[in-house]
């Protein structure tokens, strides 16, 4: 079944469903389980634990158990229960999606907001996490695969990604990028997530124009398989793609993605879009959010 056929049933509620296939009532919703059932299900994330990437300003995952079961057995009749308490970072995990009041460009937050009179000791008063559209819960995702368009098994430490180089592999793959898309970039960088030294160095990524190209294609959402989604070379970096998508379009950024089941399977497809599934949770005015995303291919 191609994407564009079996994309509908996934985005649109029930009654468009019914609309596209020509189906009403129980019908449609059988047509929308057996669309959801028949799809491969390509995990997006790596596990977060105490031993996770995390930069060096951001406060580090840790977690405990507050409650064991061996102290509490015998609390509630046959019963016993463990519960943890965890502290962790909002902006960077396994993956984590940036929100848009993360980022501030000259004391303006997206949409000119005075990015200091919008944030409180407990969180931002304006575009926390918690204002993610749960429209957006489900979306078109297109992935470019810049590390297999360049034929190489990962991009080079401190590699940029410029917008040649998107319009390139986007071309080389026949995928169309379209307003509102999320666009996941694969730089290889992903299978070095459990090496800290490596994932942590200079890191290849889009770059300042890489940014803007992805800006003026109107897209919803921008991610990517390294720490920080943009390039980090041997001269340090001021953050542009940050800069440029966040604070200047309101687009949001998603880091440490784990791309590479979903690049070979795409490969194997010769198509490279797909059903994106990524909800952030509703933390009020939290700069960001752990994710549990995944991908739906036909």
């Not at 059988?30 to 390509?42: E, F, T, Y």
Request: proline share 6%.
């Amino acid at each position: 079944m191609s994407i564009r056929r079996w994309w509908a049933p996934l985005s649109c509620t029930l009654a468009l469903v019914a609309a596209t296939i020509g189906v009403s009532g129980a019908r449609a919703d059988d047509a929308l389980l057996n669309a959801l059932k028949s799809a491969k299900v390509i995990e997006l994330n790596f596990v977060w634990d105490q031993r996770a990437p995390v930069l060096s300003f951001n406060p580090p995952f840790l977690a405990s158990l507050i409650n064991t079961h061996k102290q509490t057995a015998g609390w509630i009749p046959q019963l016993s229960f463990a519960a943890d308490m965890m502290y962790f970072s909002g902006q960077h995990g396994a993956p984590t999606i940036d929100a848009i009041g993360h980022i501030g460009h000259d004391g303006k937050l997206f949409g000119g907001l005075p990015a200091a009179d919008n944030e409180a000791p407990n969180g931002l008063l304006a575009l926390g996490i918690e204002t993610y559209p749960k429209e957006r819960f489900i979306n078109r995702g297109v992935l470019l695969d810049v590390a297999r368009h360049k034929k190489v098994d990962a991009l080079a430490p401190g590699e940029e990604i410029s917008a040649a180089d998107l319009e390139a592999t986007a071309k080389a793959q026949g995928v169309e990028v379209r307003p509102g898309d999320s666009v996941l970039i694969r730089t290889g960088y992903g299978k070095f997530f459990g090496d800290k030294a490596k994932y942590m160095g200079l890191r290849p990524g889009p770059g300042e124009g890489a940014a803007k190209w992805l800006a003026e294609k109107k897209i919803f959402l921008a991610g990517d398989d390294q720490l920080t989604f943009e390039v980090y070379p041997e001269k340090g970096t001021i953050f542009p793609a940050h800069r440029i998508l966040i604070a200047d379009s309101g687009i949001y950024i998603v880091e440490n993605m784990n791309l590479e089941e979903l690049a070979e399977a795409l490969a194997a497809r010769k198509q490279y879009d797909f059903a994106l599934v990524l909800n952030p949770l509703r933390l009020r005015g939290m700069t960001g959010s752990p994710l549990n995303a995944f991908a739906l291919v036909p």
